[in-house]
């Protein structure tokens, strides 16, 4: 190719080239975290991409959790802004009213006892940039001690977030993963403020990273992001933490699946609430309909053993087990049980 003669090179204009910017909100929840919260809010001091602002919403603490959190406002290098509670709202109302606080086009949920890596934000803003159909974005986590010691261990691995899962999520698939269970833990997790209506109020028959992450899966992509970008800390006050093995063992099918019902009921009103503005949903409020008619068939079964394998068989046959639980396993167990 023969060379642009400098004339004509010289008139040529030059491009600047835009890359997008997203205004990025932190919704902390915050209950007597004395003793963790500031190595959390240091860890997003150290981000190297920082936030548009940190909401924290304070849910009546007694300890210094919010002179903490005051200190901490004076020399941040963006606004930091705390909303105090007068009675305990809980978890979910703390974290709904720290997420209706927040002004920017996504939403980091941030629990007060973990601490983020250095590029959280960075790359999880990189992946919404880059996928406009994203409605969320989540990444597992290193397990760690109260003393962020390693456990060495994975939160995916923890939560058995299995390969042919990620797989699945990865091919657009992620609503048919969260139809069997829940997957997305809240610390790992931004969202776009944009389907705020769409998940608020929260449910209270929900803990709000399930009731979320259903919601938004139903309207939108899920981009699963397999670098642990926190530690995921492990200690005698955790509120949820690592699932443990074996909580179901001696309990009816009425107990296991009748609350997983009237969960289902309030996300499928929901999305019905919502159907006209979000047409795209139609699809898949047939399939949580579905799933629900399961649901109650499993809570339906007979406490006598002998007596649920005539409606367990209806169900295996209908292929319902495979599609929206985990096909003979889940078969066994309610037999079982």
């Known amino acids: 190719m023969?060379?642009?003669?400098?004339?004509?090179?010289?008139?040529?204009?030059?491009?600047?080239?835009?890359?997008?910017?997203?205004?990025?909100?932190?919704?902390?929840?915050?209950?007597?975290?004395?003793?963790?919260?500031a190595e959390q809010i240091e860890s997003?001091?150290?981000?190297?991409?920082?936030?548009?602002?940190?909401?924290?919403?304070?849910?009546?603490?007694?300890?210094?959790?919010?002179?903490?959190?005051?200190?901490?406002?004076?020399?941040?290098p963006f606004p930091v802004r705390l909303q105090a509670n007068i009675e305990r709202l809980g978890s979910t109302r703390?974290?709904?009213?720290?997420?209706?606080?927040?002004?920017?086009?996504?939403?980091?949920?941030c629990d007060q006892d973990d601490v983020w890596y250095p590029n959280k934000i960075a790359l999880i803003e990189e992946r919404f940039i880059n996928n406009p159909a994203a409605g969320i974005v989540f990444t597992d986590a290193d397990v760690v001690d109260q003393d962020l010691h390693p456990l060495r261990l994975r939160l995916w691995k923890a939560v058995r977030f299995s390969l042919a899962e990620q797989a699945?999520?990865?091919?657009?698939?992620?609503?048919?993963?969260?139809?069997?269970?829940?997957?997305?833990?809240?610390?790992?997790?931004?969202?776009?403020?944009?389907?705020?209506?769409?998940v608020l109020p929260i449910s209270d028959l929900w803990v709000h990273d399930g009731w979320i992450a259903l919601l938004i899966g139903a309207v939108s992509q899920l981009v699963a992001l397999p670098t642990p970008l926190i530690g995921y800390r492990q200690h005698s006050a955790n509120q949820?933490?690592?699932?443990?093995?074996?909580?179901?063992?001696?309990?009816?099918?009425?107990?296991?699946?009748?609350?997983?019902v009237l969960r289902y009921e309030a996300a499928l009103t929901r999305l019905r609430e919502f159907a006209d503005r979000l047409p795209g949903s139609r699809q898949n409020i047939h399939r949580l309909d579905e799933t629900l008619a399961f649901l109650r068939a499993r809570a339906a079964l007979p406490d006598t053993r002998w007596r649920r394998l005539p409606g367990a068989?209806?169900?295996?046959?209908?292929?319902?087990y495979h599609r929206y639980a985990k096909g003979l396993k889940s078969f066994r167990k309610d037999l079982l049980r």
């Open 240 to 260: 949820i933490g690592i699932p443990r093995r074996g909580r179901n063992h001696g309990k009816t099918c009425a107990v296991i699946h009748g609350p997983q």
């Open 94 to 109: 703390n974290f709904e009213a720290a997420i209706r606080g927040c002004g920017g086009d996504i939403i980091f949920l």
């Open 168 to 198: 699945e999520v990865a091919a657009q698939g992620a609503f048919s993963v969260l139809l069997k269970r829940f997957t997305v833990t809240g610390a790992t997790m931004a969202f776009r403020s944009s389907y705020r209506d769409l």
């Open 2 to 37: 023969p060379a642009i003669p400098s004339a004509m090179s010289s008139a040529i204009p030059s491009v600047d080239v835009v890359i997008p910017r997203l205004s990025l909100s932190i919704a902390l929840a915050t209950y007597n975290g004395e003793r963790y919260i």
């Open 313 to 320: 068989l209806r169900e295996l046959a209908a292929l319902r």
């Open 44 to 76: 997003i001091l150290r981000q190297t991409r920082l936030p548009d602002e940190l909401v924290v919403s304070d849910d009546a603490s007694v300890d210094t959790t919010r002179a903490i959190v005051l200190d901490f406002a004076r020399h941040a």
